[in-house]
């Protein structure tokens, strides 16, 4: 997020990718988007797998932080995954 409140989310989004090919078309599906910050961060802004929810948590002190996070990682996901 470019920004240093965010840099304990700093890290990677792993995915799944399936391929289906017949007749020479073919189907992408993507899928278990998760979200790993890097080693030596803070575990709690690991955020795991990302759903459909709208929000990461209700609670915490750190609640602003994880949803602010959580909402860009899934707009960065359907935009890499549309990309696709």
Known sequence: ????????YDGKIWYSIKLQ???GRFKV??????HENKKGNAPTCNLGLITI???YTDKGAQKFF???VW?????????????I
């Open 71 to 83: 909402k860009d990682i899934k707009v960065k996901s359907e935009r890499e995954s549309n990309s």
């Open 29 to 34: 599906e993507m899928s278990n988007f998760v």
């Open 66 to 68: 994880h949803n602010k």
């Open 53 to 55: 929810a709208e929000n």
């Open 21 to 23: 090919v017949k007749d």
């Open 1 to 8: 997020m470019n920004k240093l409140a965010y840099a304990a």
